[in-house]
């Protein structure tokens, strides 16, 4: 099954932020495929206010790759970001299965990057930026 949500302005990116988590529930393994500049870092950071994550902790780990948060009911959270990775033992020398197996939620920006490690049921996201400016964020289920 397709879903798409609209994200119109930021105005509207918590609410859209919360009814992603509603209809991914239960999907740990999220990477978010989109052209640079096209809000993958500010939708996680949706999520995370969301999810209650300080937001002040949240940042791009462009170059760290990775960054732990922490939700407001004190469940860990991942957000990856696989830009700088060139080979994908980097990302395998930052512990990426084990990271991926505390079932834990694990959001990844430029996954394109490591795609022969993702595993099969990571849910894979499309966001892209409409004409009047608006993002589509959209996956298959």
Not at 52 to 78: H, K, L, Q
Not at 104 to 110: D, R, S
Not at 134 to 140: D, G, S
Request: aromatic share 10%; net charge negative.
């Amino acid at each position: 099954m397709k879903h798409e949500i609209i994200i119109a302005s930021l105005a509207s990116i918590d609410a859209a932020a919360r009814d992603f988590l509603q209809q991914t529930s239960g999907r740990n393994l999220i990477a978010f495929y989109a052209p640079m500049g096209s809000g993958k870092t500010t939708f996680t950071t949706a999520i995370c206010r969301v999810l209650g994550v300080r937001e002040d902790a949240v940042s791009s780990p462009t170059f760290s790759i990775v960054n732990e948060y922490r939700t407001g009911s004190g469940e860990p959270m991942f957000h990856f970001d696989f830009y700088r990775i060139n080979k994908l033992s980097e990302a395998l020398d930052i512990g990426l299965y084990d990271y991926l197996d505390m079932g834990a939620l694990c959001i990844m920006e430029w996954p394109e990057n490591i795609e022969e490690l993702l595993p099969d049921d990571t849910l894979r996201v499309s966001i892209s930026v409409r004409e009047d400016g608006a993002r589509l964020v959209t996956w298959e289920d």
